[in-house]
């Protein structure tokens, strides 16, 4: 029921209202496996749609185990190989990778691995047939553990973990050969058919995915980091639009705000992705290694791994940019007023600075070698400019009431870029109270100190009140919050103050990061003419 105010308010439901519940859950029973099947459907079409190389790969894969399967349904070839050509299937099925230079990476760990696996088998198989039939199984058991042993150790050392497949390969192949060889009686030949089929196998691997549709890794990697380039750009040219737009009318609050998760924000989320693109970044570097030249990249020992490099200075970009949107989405912000004083500024700087990390991404994309000078000028000015308007006009970060006998003293004259402040509440306010206090301190004039302080303080009070609820920070407090909790007319002077500071204190770490963020792009500048200099980018204008 519903009482006054004070009273306590118990909320019984109808029953109207569990019924709609019960014929919601039936609904939800008797369409959740149309739906169900429906959403799947969809998600496996998002998931095709995102890459199509995706199918393309799908088909190529079914492709290749047909191929070999065609030695296993017609008879002539199995009379060949015979039950062996089962190895040629397992090695399309293991071999077969997304990208090309996976495929050759892959291919080479089991080429190798089974050819040193077959000459072990063949040695120690010989080996054992010399030492009779007691000693042979002795021989071959204690060989499996040695070798299982030694390949599980040498894998995990560092300078290997690239070959850890073929050091795996080793040991099954191995395994196998010599425990089929040991009881079928021939180890050299059971070796030797395996081989073959390893080989067929591993050749139509290669064929198919080199010739239908080929996805290269060095594309991939090339693709990927001129994305990551965009999203930065993308992501701080938003971030900055939001910081010195939105007035913080519709701010959640903070308790609510769940990091990683902004639906306004696209870009923030392709930035966030940025951030974990390193070890996407060093698969496919590895594996483009392994390609030959193709396409673009046509010269041998083409330097993929100052991609990963490229990368790593981005992110380091990247990580500015998180900060600034953590500033951005913190609880307590800067007033509207004092950060659209900065506006030009900020504006200038963070749009030279998205421009250059564009042209950046641009200039690897073309495969173009440009010498930024002119942009990086801009930037720079741009940012040094930002420094100077920060330090010349530090003092409205200051709280400008200092005691309640300074309240009278006006403030100093601001240039004409920052003079929109004055026109906030923050003057209207100090002119009232100074006239508040003129009047007081005539009629109370033979009152003692201490009253004419109480005073002061309640009247100060009660100005407060009918100021904006975004005076001091965004999203701010009422000021009968301050209340509720207890904080009288003497505390609320001092918490005001503190409240004011650490608002203004928003706004210097916003502009300390993108300031931060621009020194940064010296690096990533670098970086990027090294990578032009060992690919061979052409120059502009070439």
């Not at 040991?171 to 067929?200: E, K």
């Not at 290669?206 to 060095?218: C, E, K, Y």
Request: with cysteine; glycine share 6%; net charge neutral.
């Amino acid at each position: 029921m519903n009482g006054k105010k004070g009273s306590i308010q118990i909320n019984i439901p109808a029953p109207t209202t569990k019924s709609k519940h019960k014929e919601t859950g039936r609904k939800q029973e008797n369409c959740s496996d149309g739906c169900s099947c429906e959403a799947w459907i969809w998600r496996v079409w998002e998931f095709a749609k995102e890459d199509t190389n995706r199918i393309t790969f799908s088909f190529k894969v079914g492709l290749a185990v047909l191929l070999v399967s065609l030695l296993i349904l017609f008879r002539a070839p199995y009379d060949i190989f015979g039950n062996n050509i089962i190895w040629s299937i397992l090695t399309v099925a293991i071999m077969f990778e997304y990208t090309v230079g996976s495929t050759f990476n892959r291919g080479f760990n089991r080429a190798l691995g089974s050819l040193l696996a077959g000459i072990l088998a063949i040695a120690v198989a010989q080996l054992a047939l010399c030492g009779g039939r007691i000693a042979e199984p002795i021989i071959i058991g204690t060989s499996i553990f040695v070798i299982g042993a030694v390949t599980s150790f040498m894998k995990l050392w560092p300078s290997l973990v690239p070959y850890e497949y073929g050091f795996r390969v080793i040991l099954f192949t191995y395994c196998l050969i010599i425990v089929t060889g040991y009881r079928m009686g021939n180890p050299i030949r059971t070796a030797m058919d395996r081989l073959y089929s390893i080989a067929i196998g591993g050749f139509v691997a290669v064929f198919v995915n080199v010739l239908v549709f080929p996805t290269w890794a060095g594309e991939q990697l090339h693709k990927e980091l001129v994305k990551s380039f965009n999203s930065v750009a993308d992501s701080l040219e938003e971030c900055v639009k939001k910081y010195l737009e939105d007035e913080g009318l519709e701010h959640p609050e903070f308790s609510k705000t769940v990091m990683d998760e902004f639906p306004d924000e696209p870009a923030y989320k392709k930035c966030r992705s940025t951030l974990n693109s390193s070890t996407k970044l060093e698969s496919l570097a590895n594996s483009a290694k392994w390609e030959p030249p193709h396409g673009r990249f046509r010269h041998f020992f083409y330097p993929w791994s100052e991609y990963v490099k490229v990368g790593a200075v981005l992110r380091h970009c990247a990580y500015e940019v998180m900060a600034l949107h953590g500033v951005l989405h913190s609880e307590i912000q800067a007033p509207h007023n004092l950060r659209i004083t900065f506006q030009s500024e900020i504006l200038d700087a963070a749009t030279h600075a998205a421009e250059l990390v564009r042209s950046l991404g641009k200039d690897i994309s073309n495969m173009k070698q440009r010498h930024e000078t002119s942009l990086m000028k801009r930037v720079h000015i741009s940012s040094e400019r930002l420094q100077r308007a920060m330090d010349t006009h530090s003092y409205l970060l200051i709280p400008h009431f200092e005691s309640v006998d300074n309240y009278s003293k006006p403030l100093p004259k601001l240039s004409h870029t920052i003079s929109s402040i004055l026109d906030g509440p923050l003057n209207q306010m100090m002119t009232e109270f100074d006239a508040s206090k003129q009047e007081n301190s005539v009629s109370q004039s033979t009152e003692a100190v201490p009253t004419a302080q109480t005073q002061l303080t309640e009247s100060y009070h009660e100005m407060m009140r009918k100021q904006s609820r975004r005076l001091y920070s965004w999203p701010s407090r009422e000021v009968d919050a301050f209340e509720d909790e207890g904080v009288s007319a003497m505390e609320f002077q001092p918490r005001m103050k503190a409240l004011e500071s650490t608002a203004a204190l928003s706004l210097a770490t916003f502009t300390s990061l993108l300031i931060e963020f621009v020194a940064r792009l010296d690096h990533l500048v670098e970086a990027v003419d090294k990578l032009a200099d060992m690919a061979k980018f052409k120059q502009d204008g070439v």
